[in-house]
């Protein structure tokens, strides 16, 4: 990160690329609004700082390098507001508007709200601290997330991620983590239809799962000292290691593995299925 040679204070801008190509800048509780309607006000910039801001325009942060955004607002009208950027810090802030980050690399976001629409495609190098999100389609084709005490609502998240490591969260999402290849989550809920589907390397450490049709067609799936709730006709054709603390409402057709349980409402082993159907299923206590 540059050092700040120049500070702009308590300034409107309106027009387009109001700061284009900046370098070394502090820009402190200024407003990017205004009826000029100007975009990518701080595009091609190198060394920025935005504090305390309020940024009512689209595109302000593309391609900066070396990015920081503490205690600003990014309402719903400052759309795609980060995208192609390298070394960003956001904290503090609120971002509202849709696709706020996308296609950046080494980013973090500490202590901050967002309700994002398609939040935080093909992103690589991220690190998620104490912080709320709202998104559908959160994080698709993302790669090297690191998450910790995350509040998650919204569909289809983390789908075709790579490399990610979540912990003291809660997510509430539903297709969540489909195609997901390496994926770690400890110390956390989740709850949410269709977990996991399709996913590779997916681990599950002491979490506590709920909804319908879990973690279907999974390969290398884990399950280590989790517990189920409402989890019906779980685990279909996948190669899985599990073992879960309490009762599975029913399992049905798991490929190959093991299974382990306190209790089984059901165990589904249908004559039509497409797989050979060969994971041992184990209830403790019998």
């Known amino acids: 990160m540059e050092k700040y040679v120049k500070t702009i204070e308590n300034e409107r801008f309106g027009e ?3 700061l284009y190509g900046s370098r070394g800048v502090l820009v402190k509780n200024c407003r990017f609004e205004g009826q000029e ?11 920025v700082k935005a504090e305390g801001c309020y940024m009512g325009l689209r595109y302000p942060f593309w391609h900066v390098d070396g990015l920081v955004v503490e205690d600003c607002t990014l309402t719903e009208s400052c759309r795609a507001a980060m995208w192609y950027d390298k070394d960003v810090l ?7 508007g849709i696709k706020a980050l996308r296609e950046c690399r080494g980013v973090r976001l500490q202590n901050c709200t967002a309700h994002s629409p398609e939040f935080g495609w093909r992103c690589r190098g991220m690190e998620i601290r104490d912080s709320a999100l709202e998104s559908q389609y959160a994080f698709f084709e993302s790669k090297d997330i690191r998450a910790e ?9 983390f789908q075709y991620t790579r490399g990610v490591k979540i912990s003291r969260s809660k ?16 110390d956390s809920e989740i709850d949410g239809e269709y977990l996991g589907w399709y996913s590779e390397g997916l681990t599950l450490v002491r979490c506590h799962i709920k909804g319908t049709q879990p973690l279907c067609y999974c390969k290398r799936l884990r399950l280590i000292d989790c517990t189920m709730e409402g989890c019906d006709l779980a685990f279909e054709y996948s190669d899985v290691h599990a073992t879960v603390r309490g009762t599975i409402d029913s399992v049905k057709n798991p490929k190959k593995g093991r299974i382990a349980a306190d209790a089984v409402g ?3 082993r249908t004559p039509e299925s497409v797989y050979p159907v060969r994971a041992k299923i184990v209830v403790r206590g019998k």
């Open 16 to 18: 387009e690329r109001a």
């Open 37 to 47: 309607d100007g975009e990518s006000a701080l595009k091609e910039c190198r060394g």
């Open 90 to 96: 956001v904290r503090g802030s609120r971002l509202d």
């Open 149 to 157: 005490g995350l509040t998650f609502t919204g569909k289809y998240s």
């Open 171 to 186: 997510l509430n999402t539903k297709d969540a983590f489909w195609h997901a290849k390496n994926v770690t989550v400890t």
């Open 266 to 268: 059901e165990v589904i």
